[in-house]
């Protein structure tokens, strides 16, 4: 078990390494003058000098990789200016490391990812499996006719949706600030209110349709006939014959979606002006901010990656069949 | 994001279980006539042949509704306002039947038409190179296994790891305008087939092993008519349907990219674009946020609908 | 003599089909006694595993059932799936075909069998348990005290059944259904099988309602059989009538299909 731990996690490392190089290359060899890009809009000459300078751009490509690499463990120096490990570049547009950026901004992801993702298990889980035992009623069609319609509203479009009507319509809530949980715990919560239900709404109508089929899927199991035959209660038999066979699969797509989640949603940051990683990236992307964009490519992927890894060994650990072929 | 989930959804589904019988897949006809006798599928096939429709004749559309997508009508707008359209529902008229875009005057009906050739064009594209690469790296990884598989499930683990929206954004915005709608394809292209070729790989192992392609080798069938005759036949079902779903979800990715400001360079109308610009005016205009989006919704709910049916009868045909 | 134990009277099941109703099963009668085994014996499709499902309420959605199933005097048929809960696995007990698939495998064996004995006598976990490794025991599992905690991939297909027996038979029921138990097996484990439920009816005094095609198994273990044919019952007798002095012709082209040692091959 622990040679194949060390060997996931083995391949992770070679992974990180390839969207770094191939990260590194798109960014820094794409643009004609990556120094130019680097500076931003008010630069002057001899700021791009000094920045091409620093970060040694006139050095060939693995040396300049490697240097980057090696600053993310020991730190780095830019001129004047040291950026201690670990060091995953420095912004010459904000003057910020960008390490400091990425952790000043990663609670606002975590909580908005966190934050939906409970909405839509909760909601998606428990609305596929009505739908599924309820199989043919006018509550399953109506609950997938709607859960359709979720997966197909973009999620921008519903995010200006509701804030048109609950801000600017109706004014049940403000528009969202940047408000910490511990000042204000009601502003803080009306803030998040939205961008919550925006990006739940999307996964809980996916994740309802899953549910449903893995659900129905699972009552026409044996498995299940035979704990009928057993006389046993019907919370019971929906518990662990009906859905903890139906959830496994469940469990380690919301381990992919909800990794995919940390590294910042985008789109739903943006629209409501949280500032998340992925507003952090979709900001950096318009200015050419290259560290910058570097950095949160390289997260976001980090959490991907690992998560794959975790997804898998949960897997292992939620199906006893798989856990032998594996010891 | 948008990707993603659908096409994630639909390996899920499509993925055969151990005991899952290698069956004729359902007939294109059984399809069409379970199809014309629901209803609901109908209906999304009517309006997606009206999408259709408008994206493949869109020049002779604007020819016969009076106004071209790129041309300025300054009467239409109250300059006075702050560039408001005149009239109600934002500018509705018998000249202009969707009305007109705030500010520029420019006629909505064929920006949306206009719009839904590039939607279109571009999803249908992308599902196409999608397919190819999905398929074929699919079947190669599936089939020979060894070193051929490692590296191209390398690949898609790395592939799989990006990601993809940040990295569209990035590579999109850095390169020149250029011949955007191709570079669009390609990109969308490169981050989504992993998730098909997943899938072909994992049915094409099984395939493999089974006895009819045995049968075949021992008759002394030639790997490659082994792959296309007796394996790729038996993955036309999967591969409907996940073609099929993938469809409205590169729609919702190149809307969404547009959205954004990285999808098609303007003047170019796009939907997506048009619900960007719509931001700021929907609270004068909401029917300039209302059009692009509503089209944009059914089109997505259309297609999703009617690849949920197609994915419904190709199970029927496996399961029967 | 005692009033049978389990009566089925007059039973008829019908199953909505896309092409109207169909009668699976029509006007079947027979009855099962204390230490007695009834054999139901037909090809597939004969309707024997429906008379099964019916008498414990477990038919498909929109199935319709008349007539009259009695269990000690009691009546079964058109009960709530509510009231027919205290029957299943307490009263009545049922064994499947393919053991794989009717055991759920995300928990192990100990857990199945106990989670039933906990429903219909109470009692503490760790008391069910004890009850489960006796119950392993009974079927000759050895090292029960380790495997209770086994998943069921991890037993072999004729311990597998054992399992389920074990399972079927941890409440005392008075009848044992076995649908088709032995016809996933071996032909070696399945001797041993059969021999296990000859020797726990023994024990238990269990009425056993054996359901199989296999008529070689039928005449080794049944005392009375029921012939069945696309839902009609055929024959109705014992065993040595059914199978020495056949009244239908369908038992008797059943009969004549079992190969024989001594037939002439046609050539």
């Not at chain 1, 420095?90 to 003057?95: A, L």
């Not at chain 3, 092409?19 to 007695?36: A, C, I, L, Q, Y």
Request: net charge neutral; charged share 15%.
């Amino acid at each position: 078990m622990t040679r194949y731990i060390l060997g996931r996690l083995g391949g992770v490392v070679v992974i990180l390494l390839a969207v770094c190089l191939f990260t590194y290359l798109i960014f820094f060899k794409l643009s004609p003058d990556p120094a130019v890009m680097i500076c931003g809009k008010t630069c002057t000459p001899e700021r791009i000098d000094s920045i091409r300078d620093v970060l040694g751009l006139n050095q060939p490509l693995l040396t300049q990789f490697w240097e980057f690499l090696s600053g993310i463990f020991a730190g780095r120096d830019y001129g004047s200016v040291h950026c201690s490990a670990p060091c995953l570049g420095y912004s010459f547009q904000t003057n910020e490391s960008v390490w400091s950026m990425l952790t000043a901004r990663l609670p606002v992801s975590i909580t908005v990812a966190v934050g939906a993702a409970v909405l839509w298990l909760l909601a998606g889980v428990i609305g596929g499996l009505v739908s599924a035992v309820k199989q043919g009623t006018w509550w399953d069609r109506t609950g997938m006719g709607l859960a359709l319609g979720g997966v197909s509203v973009p999620n921008y479009v519903l995010a200006l949706v509701l804030q048109y009507v609950l801000v600017v319509k109706l004014q049940v809530l403000p528009f969202p600030s940047a408000v910490s949980f511990v000042d204000n715990p009601l502003v803080w919560f009306e803030s998040y209110l939205m961008p919550w239900v925006v990006l739940a709404v999307g996964y809980a109508c996916l994740y309802a349709r899953l549910t449903r089929s893995n659900v129905i899927d699972t009552l026409a199991e044996n498995y299940y006939r035979t704990a009928r035959a057993k006389g046993l209660s019907g919370a019971l038999i929906m518990r662990r014959h009906a859905l903890r066979p139906a959830l496994t699969p469940i469990t380690t797509i919301f381990g992919m979606d909800f990794a995919g989640l940390l590294g910042g949603a985008l789109i739903t940051e943006t629209v409501f002006g949280l500032n998340g990683i992925g507003k952090l990236a979709a900001d950096s992307i318009a200015k050419n901010d290259q560290p910058v964009i570097m950095a949160v490519t390289l997260l976001a992927a980090f959490f991907v990656v690992v998560g794959n890894v975790v997804v898998d060994l949960l897997y292992t650990a939620l199906d006893p069949r798989v856990r032998v072929v594996s010891a | 994001m948008t990707t993603t989930p659908a096409l994630i959804e639909v390996e899920e589904a499509v993925s055969p279980g151990p005991s899952a019988p290698a069956t004729p897949p359902a007939s294109g006809r059984r399809i069409l006539t379970t199809i014309t006798r629901d209803k609901g599928a109908l209906a999304c096939v009517v309006f997606l042949a009206i999408v259709v429709l408008m994206a493949v004749a869109a020049p002779l559309i604007t020819k016969i509704s009076g106004w071209g997508p790129y041309q300025f009508d300054s009467a239409a707008i109250n300059s006075d306002l702050g560039g408001v359209p005149h009239g109600a529902l934002g500018g509705i008229s018998g000249s202009h039947w969707f009305g007109v875009e705030p500010q520029n005057g420019r006629d909505l009906f064929a920006r949306i038409v206009y719009g839904a050739r590039v939607s279109i064009t571009i999803s249908l594209s992308a599902t196409l190179l999608t397919g190819v690469l999905g398929v074929v790296l699919g079947m190669l990884a599936g089939f020979y296994r060894g070193w051929v598989d490692q590296v191209i499930s390398r690949l898609m683990d790395f592939l799989m790891a990006f990601p993809a929206l940040i990295f569209m954004i990035a590579i999109l915005s850095s390169l020149p305008s250029g011949n955007r709608p191709v570079l669009l394809v390609v990109v969308i292209s490169a981050f989504g087939w992993p998730y098909l070729a997943r899938v072909i790989r994992g049915q094409t192992m099984t395939l493999a092993n089974r006895e009819f392609v045995e049968a075949a080798r021992a008759c002394g069938a030639k790997d490659a008519q082994v792959v296309f005759r007796e394996i790729l036949p038996n993955l036309r079902g999967s591969i409907v349907v996940m073609t099929t779903l993938a469809i409205p979800g590169f729609i919702g990715t190149e809307a969404g990219l547009s959205f954004l400001g990285v999808g098609v360079a303007p003047p170019t109308a796009s939907w997506g674009q048009m619900i960007s610009s719509s931001v700021s005016w929907y609270s004068v205009d909401p029917m300039f946020f209302a059009i692009p989006g509503t089209f944009l919704f059914l089109t997505v709910l259309s297609l999703t609908v009617l690849g949920d049916k197609i994915r419904t009868l190709v199970d029927q045909g496996a399961a029967a | 003599m005692s009033a049978a134990l389990f009566v089925v009277d007059n039973l008829t099941v019908t199953l909505p089909t896309s092409s109207g109703p169909v009668d699976v099963v029509k006007n079947v009668s027979f009855t099962v006694d204390r230490d007695e085994t009834v054999g139901i014996v037909g090809e597939s499709g004969s309707g024997k595993s429906m008379t099964a499902l019916a008498v414990l309420g477990l038919l498909p959605r929109g199935a319709r059932t008349s007539g009259s199933v009695k269990l000690d005097g009691a009546e079964l048929l058109g009960r709530s799936d509510r009231e027919l809960r205290s029957v299943r696995g307490n009263a009545i007990s049922m064994v499947f075909q393919d053991p794989l698939s009717s055991l759920n495998p995300y928990y192990t064996v100990g857990l199945q069998i106990s989670e039933m004995y906990r429903t219909h006598r109470g009692g503490s976990r760790s008391a069910a348990r004890k009850v489960a490794i006796e119950a392993l025991e009974r079927v000759h599992i050895p090292d029960a005290a380790r495997r209770v905690d086994h998943y069921p991939h991890q037993f072999s297909g004729g311990m597998r059944q054992r399992v389920m027996i074990a399972m079927a038979l941890c409440c005392s029921p008075s009848l044992l259904i076995a649908d088709e138990p032995t016809t996933a097996l071996d032909v070696t484990v399945q001797a041993q099988i059969l021999e296990l439920l000859a020797e726990l009816q023994a024990t238990t005094g269990a009425g056993l309602m054996f359901i199989t095609h296999d008529l070689a198994v039928i005449s080794s273990i049944a005392r009375r059989v029921l012939v069945m044919r696309s839902g009609d019952p055929v024959e109705y007798g014992t065993a040595e009538q059914v199978f020495s002095d056949p009244r239908h012709e369908y038992t008797r082209m059943l009969l004549d299909a079992v190969p024989r040692i001594d037939d002439e091959v046609a050539s």
